[in-house]
């Protein structure tokens, strides 16, 4: 039975992206099991994993990023912003998107110059404020300006500024060069991989590159989970 990306979320450790494989948890007898309350358990597990399980090296800002363009990363933003904001009282950012990086070095300072200290808009002037907490932030592109190295730099730096939390959709981490770009300035990335179409040999290479980016892999999520038994055999499990 295939499943969605959400219902089909299963994660590996943070300390080792290079195996694709998830921790499942054991269903409790008393409350049956569903694919549904399996995703909560999982991202819940993620949060807690990524953003508080290391005090010594605190995690703020994350990229997500897929290793190929179809994944739907999106999705899973939301729902680690979901999980997030009920975590903490601190405000929680998720941005979707980001735009490709310009190519072409004579528009490159023109596209600095607007972006410049102080030219960006207040993110949550021009953001969704989802509930108490939490915020739906644009994309760079999406507010009128082109995207370089540096003024990607410069928008991550005021989600840092305004909201303590903040959770970033990247572009194919194994198509392009803008998920290293924004790794190496957040806190760390989180690859997600699809159980029907990432190689392992492919995860591993996009992983090898980040880090000799020096770009802090944090971990993988492992979407379009497939469960092979009916969802009601489970619930009699």
């Not at 007898?29 to 605190?58: C, D, H, T, Y």
């Not at 528009?107 to 410049?116: C, G, I």
């Not at 102080?118 to 939490?134: D, E, F």
Request: proline share 6%; with cysteine.
């Amino acid at each position: 039975m295939s499943a969605s990306v959400f219902q089909s979320l299963g994660l590996t450790r943070t300390e080792d992206a290079s195996e694709v494989r998830s921790e499942e948890r054991r269903p409790s007898p008393a409350g049956g099991w569903s694919q549904n309350s399996f995703a909560r358990e999982q991202i819940q597990g993620l949060v807690r994993k990524v953003f508080f399980a290391n005090a010594m090296r605190p995690v703020r800002q994350v990229v997500f990023s897929a290793i190929e363009p179809e994944t739907d990363v999106r999705s899973i933003c939301r729902r680690v912003g979901d999980a997030l904001a009920l975590e903490t009282p601190g405000t929680v950012a998720v941005m979707g998107g980001c735009p490709r990086l310009l190519k072409n070095a004579e528009t490159q300072p023109e596209v600095e110059e607007r972006l410049r200290p102080g030219t960006i808009p207040p993110l949550r002037r021009i953001s969704t404020r989802v509930n108490g907490n939490l915020w739906l932030v644009p994309a760079l592109g999406r507010i009128g300006n082109a995207a370089t190295t540096a003024s990607l730099h410069s928008y991550l730096g005021e989600l840092r500024r305004e909201f303590e939390y903040s959770i970033v959709e990247g572009p194919a981490a194994g198509e392009s060069t803008e998920a290293t770009a924004l790794a190496q300035f957040a806190d760390g990335i989180i690859l997600v991989l699809s159980a029907h179409h990432t190689r392992r040999v492919t995860a591993c290479r996009v992983k090898d590159a980040l880090e000799v980016a020096q770009a802090r892999v944090l971990g993988t999520v492992l979407c379009d989970r497939v469960f092979p038994i009916p969802e009601g055999i489970y619930r009699r499990l």
